[in-house]
């Protein structure tokens, strides 16, 4: 599908934050025809029981558009149209156990379908208004087919990040930077966005919090 965002969204234990995370999520794209596709990984907090309640029942429906009524409940219109860039969906994935950030990424990789792909966690700390504009500039064919997000130059506002995790970051990195001869401010990000064919050429191993490593190190790999 030429113009289709498959937004992945791994969830592990998020249940205070789904009610806001996806009322934005929902709000920014509703303009867009996007897949969902949402992986629940072995949540045990409650997550599990409100995905089930309010986010499985839109799976499987031609999407038109995704709203909150008064009851805190997401209400869909759904559109006739056989045409997949007409309308959105959403898949639902359960994992029974816990795999890892990992493992929900490369699941929900699998069952994607649109021509751009994206990972979006669902922890807040990164604003879904960056992901679609991401995929706009990426859609005009500005800067290739792949676009790194980074919590180091961005104006918007994220969550705290601890300093240890920052210090981490900043070293891996500049030591990725060195390896394979790019310019990146943020390896670990977990706000990426690349075409099908980036996809279809890198193969992703990692199971865990590692993932964002593996993905910029099979994209840089693979010459993008």
């Known amino acids: 599908m030429k113009n289709k965002l498959s937004i992945i969204i ?6 205070n934050l789904l009610i806001n995370f996806f009322s934005e999520l929902f709000k920014v794209f509703e303009d867009s025809f996007v897949e969902y596709i949402i992986i629940d990984d072995g949540s045990y907090d409650g997550s599990e029981v409100w995905l089930n309640e309010h986010i499985k029942p839109l799976s499987k429906k031609n999407i038109g558009k995704i709203i909150l009524d008064n009851k805190n409940k997401f209400q869909i219109k759904t559109i006739e149209s056989i045409n997949p860039e007409k309308y959105s969906k959403v898949i639902f994935i359960s994992h029974n156990k816990n795999l890892g950030k990992g493992a929900a990424v490369i699941n929900g990789l699998k069952e994607s379908t649109g021509n751009y792909l994206t ?16 995929f706009n500039v990426l859609q005009e064919n500005k800067m290739g087919e792949v676009i790194f997000g980074s919590r180091s130059t961005s104006g918007l506002p994220h969550r705290h990040r601890y300093f240890l995790n920052a210090l981490v970051s900043y070293f891996n990195t500049f030591l990725f930077n060195i390896l394979f001869d790019k310019v990146i401010s943020d390896i670990h990000c977990g706000q990426k966005i690349f075409t099908r064919n980036v ?3 890198i193969i992703l191993t990692s199971k ?15 010459n993008f």
């Open 10 to 15: 791994p969830i592990y234990n998020e249940k």
């Open 208 to 222: 865990d919090f590692s993932i964002d490593m593996d993905l910029g190190t099979q994209i840089a790999k693979a």
């Open 199 to 201: 996809y279809e050429k």
């Open 119 to 134: 990972i979006l966690d669902a922890d807040l700390e990164y604003d879904p208004r960056d992901s679609l504009s991401m």
